[in-house]
Structure formats: structure tokens, C-alpha cells
């Protein structure tokens, strides 16, 4: 599986931004996206999953419930991390990645596979 994120860019407080990660090689059936951001100086931290299959449920960190939001369109076999109300302290380089199997997991090395990250600067 093959994954590459974009989208990235400078937005003012308040503003929305919408990552795309394009998936390619493998057809996704079991799996789950999940979307990662690493800020300055910072670790790795979880923001939210999705299921691809099974409904396309998804899970968040309680910071991004009210705020991002995760969907996807199997057509074109992209998953989306749609942010809104951007804060300042949002302000990482986000990945996406993907693990086999159906479970939501936070920690980052239980992913498999992972894109370059887009940078994504939130201005005061």
C-alpha cells in the first residue's frame, strides 16, 4: 500500500483546510486509515481512523472530535481529514497511514504503512 498526502498549506486561525491521502497498490478491504500529526519538536500523535471497509466508522482524539472530521471515497480510493476552526497549536506536518485488520489503534507503530507527511501552518 502506497500513500501519499497533500493538501497542506498556510491557513489563518479560524480557517479549514482538507488533506487528501491518495492510496494506491494494495486494494483496501481490512484496513484502517488513521491520520497522524507531528508538530515542532514534538511526537508523533494519533488525530483520528477510519475504517475502510464496514460502514467506514470512524475514531478520534477528543481534541479533534468537534473539529476534524474523517471520510472517503472508495472511487477514487482516497481518504479525507477534513480540519475546521484551525488553532495555531495545530500547526505539524500530518500523516496518513494504514494498518491491516479492522481495529483503531493510537499508537503509530501499530501502522503499517505511511505517506510523506504535508506541512499544515496555522497563523495567529
Known amino acids: 500500500v502506497q500513500l501519499q498526502a497533500f493538501g497542506g498549506g498556510l491557513v489563518q486561525a479560524g480557517g479549514s483546510l482538507r488533506l487528501p491521502c491518495a492510496v494506491s497498490?494494495?486494494?483496501?478491504?481490512?484496513?484502517?486509515m488513521g491520520w497522524f500529526r507531528q508538530g515542532p519538536g514534538k511526537e508523533r500523535e494519533f488525530v483520528g481512523a477510519?475504517?475502510?471497509?464496514?460502514?467506514?466508522?470512524?475514531y478520534y482524539v477528543d481534541s479533534a472530535k468537534d473539529r476534524f472530521t474523517i471520510s472517503r471515497d472508495i472511487a477514487k480510493n482516497t481518504v479525507y481529514l477534513q480540519m475546521n476552526s484551525l488553532k495555531p497549536e495545530n500547526t505539524a506536518v500530518y500523516f496518513c497511514?494504514?494498518?491491516?485488520?479492522?481495529?483503531?489503534?493510537?499508537?503509530?507503530?501499530?501502522?503499517?504503512?505511511w505517506g510523506q507527511g504535508t506541512q499544515v501552518t496555522v497563523s495567529s
Open positions: 497511514a494504514a494498518r491491516e485488520g479492522n481495529d483503531f489503534y493510537t499508537a503509530h507503530d501499530r501502522y503499517h504503512f
Open positions: 497498490g494494495r486494494t483496501l478491504r481490512q484496513h484502517v
Open positions: 477510519m475504517r475502510w471497509s464496514g460502514g467506514g466508522s470512524t
